[in-house]
Antibody, heavy 126, light 108 residues
Framework: QVQLQESGPGLVKPSETLSLTCSVS????????????WTWIRQPAGRGLEWVGR???????QYSPSLKSRVAMSVDTSENQFSLKLTSVTAADTAVYYC????????????????WGQGILVTVSS | SYVVTQPPSVSVAPGRTASITCDGN??????VHWYQQRPGQAPALLIY???QRASGIPERFSGSKSGSTATLTISRVEAGDEADFYC???????????FGGGTRLTVL
């Protein structure tokens, strides 16, 4: 049973850096066979889903074109966690952030999201 | 950038069939995935690879694709099906995920 849990500050000041961690259980992030995409998705209140970015076991990362200049994802295999950093935040970055896993690396079109964390609300405000 | 369009809302009476569409240029060449998000919950995978039901999803939920439109069909709609539904594709030209804007299903 794959489980994900987000953690981090719920309040970030404008212009500062948002940092979140996702703790994973039930599967190793570093698994190289039948490996998942490890992803962040966000959702502003009352609005739709926005993909932030993903990485996979080879170390490759892919980011949303609209956020690419401000986003970085990293992994801590010893803790089986992955992280998100979003710099220079504004009120527009206020959202519920989900860490998500799923799909199948290397399989064409297999970029769906099987497993979701419960989400963490991050508010950008002074 | 690539855009997939969903109707903002769909209403249906209990027991009837609801269809939620997802339109996108050349969507026929992409794999379409669908999610259900109940109020206050994280989204959950419903359909992947256009028409494959995720684990535990009832047969009442089905997916199809034709031309530039993918469709999620919910048969014998129940009150518990009320939720927001999202389609999702991968845009290979710019290597990123695209979600539709979401459709709120209301059971009358």
């Amino acid at each position: 049973q794959v489980q994900l849990q987000e953690s981090g500050p719920g309040l970030v000041k404008p212009s500062e850096t948002l940092s979140l961690t996702c703790s994973v259980s039930g599967v190793s992030i570093s698994r190289t066979s039948y490996s998942y995409y490890w992803t962040w998705i966000r959702q502003p209140a009352g609005r739709g889903l926005e993909w932030v970015g993903r990485f996979f076991a080879s170390g490759s990362t892919q980011y949303s074109p609209s956020l690419k200049s401000r986003v970085a994802m990293s992994v801590d295999t010893s803790e089986n966690q992955f992280s998100l950093k979003l710099t220079s935040v504004t009120a527009a970055d206020t959202a519920v952030y989900y860490c998500v896993a799923g799909g199948l690396v290397g399989a064409t079109g297999a970029d769906y999201f099987d497993y979701w964390g419960q989400g963490i609300l991050v508010t950008v405000s002074s | 950038s690539y855009v997939v369009t969903q109707p903002p809302s769909v209403s249906v009476a209990p027991g009837r069939t609801a269809s939620i569409t997802c339109d996108g240029n050349n969507i026929g060449s992409k794999s379409v995935h669908w999610y259900q998000q109940r109020p206050g919950q994280a989204p959950a995978l419903l359909i992947y690879f256009d028409s494959q039901r995720a684990s535990g999803i009832p047969e009442r939920f089905s997916g199809s694709k034709s031309g530039s439109t993918a469709t999620l069909t919910i048969s014998r709609v129940e009150a518990g099906d009320e939720a927001d539904f999202y389609c999702q594709v991968w845009e290979s030209s710019t290597d990123h995920v695209v979600f539709g804007g979401g459709t709120r299903l209301t059971v009358l």
